[in-house]
């Protein structure tokens, strides 16, 4: 593994076992994105483009309306919705992150928010036609908080409305690295969901990772 990659690496995980010593488990996405000071290179996720399997997975649907980007990172897949037509909001735990999002496209029409998807706003329960989830369960450590994280993901759908998760997946075998992240079991997936009715589960791999097994799931709302 490339020595800045290790390094980036190393310092996710120490701030995030220093914010649960404090037991302030999400604590560490805030000072993340402050230390980062504007350097994308510190942000392990970040990419700077909209996840291609997201992309994909709209592709092969015609529809559109408002959604709801969990987690929106640096505002990618946020932009990538809506350049295909979306009414998108896309919020974050850090403001940090979102004002770095408001930075970085100053003449997009989404709506960036500060908010805990522990606790979301009252306003935005029921309200979207598709809730976009990537990456963000699996950054929440286990103890109670991830199973409430994902509870509340069916509740902000309208009926009708699609949650879509992508993912890592805990199939039992042995973890590349040290957490976080944190795989999901399909089990676990099932039993937070157990409200809506799913529409696909596919597994898929990374070139970077090909040992590491991923998934793309939708659930919808009816």
Same mark, same amino acid.
């Given at each position: 593994?490339?020595?800045?990659?290790?390094?980036?690496?190393?310092?996710?995980?120490?701030?995030?076992?220093?914010?649960?010593?404090?037991?302030?488990?999400?604590?560490?996405?805030?000072?993340?994105?402050?230390?980062?000071?504007?350097?994308?290179?510190?942000?392990?996720?970040?990419?700077?483009?909209?996840?291609?399997?997201?992309?994909? #997975?709209?592709?092969?649907?015609? +529809?559109?309306?408002?959604?709801?980007?969990?987690?929106?990172?640096?505002?990618?897949?946020?932009?990538?919705?809506?350049?295909?037509?979306?009414?998108?909001?896309?919020?974050?735990?850090?403001?940090?992150?979102?004002?770095?999002?408001?930075?970085?496209?100053?003449?997009?029409?989404?709506? #960036?928010?500060?908010?805990?998807?522990?606790?979301?706003?009252?306003?935005?329960?029921?309200?979207?036609?598709?809730?976009?989830?990537?990456?963000?369960?699996?950054?929440?450590?286990?103890?109670?908080?991830?199973?409430?994280?994902?509870?509340?993901?069916?509740?902000?759908?309208?009926?009708?409305?699609?949650?879509?998760?992508?993912?890592?997946?805990?199939?039992?075998?042995?973890?590349?690295?040290?957490?976080?992240? #944190?795989?999901?079991?399909?089990?676990?997936?099932?039993?937070?969901?157990?409200?809506?009715?799913?529409?696909?589960?596919?597994?898929?791999?990374?070139?970077?990772?090909?040992?590491?097994?991923? +998934?793309?799931?939708?659930?919808?709302?009816?």
């Amino acid at each position: 593994m490339d020595k800045d990659i290790v390094e980036v690496r190393e310092n996710l995980i120490s701030l995030s076992k220093e914010a649960a010593d404090d037991d302030q488990p999400l604590r560490w996405f805030e000072e993340l994105y402050s230390r980062a000071e504007r350097n994308s290179m510190m942000i392990p996720w970040a990419t700077l483009e909209a996840n291609p399997i997201m992309l994909k #997975w709209l592709e092969s649907r015609n +529809f559109s309306g408002k959604a709801l980007v969990v987690g929106c990172g640096l505002g990618d897949d946020a932009i990538g919705l809506e350049k295909l037509g979306w009414e998108v909001t896309a919020f974050d735990i850090s403001s940090a992150c979102v004002n770095w999002c408001k930075e970085r496209f100053p003449n997009s029409n989404v709506d #960036w928010r500060v908010a805990d998807l522990l606790n979301p706003p009252e306003e935005w329960l029921g309200n979207f036609d598709l809730v976009v989830e990537i990456h963000i369960l699996q950054a929440i450590p286990d103890g109670g908080i991830r199973e409430t994280g994902a509870q509340s993901l069916p509740k902000l759908l309208n009926k009708g409305g699609h949650l879509l998760c992508i993912g890592r997946l805990d199939d039992g075998r042995e973890l590349e690295m040290n957490p976080p992240p #944190w795989p999901l079991k399909r089990s676990w997936l099932i039993e937070q969901f157990e409200d809506l009715r799913e529409v696909d589960f596919e597994l898929f791999t990374k070139s970077g990772s090909p040992t590491t097994p991923r +998934f793309v799931a939708s659930w919808i709302r009816i």
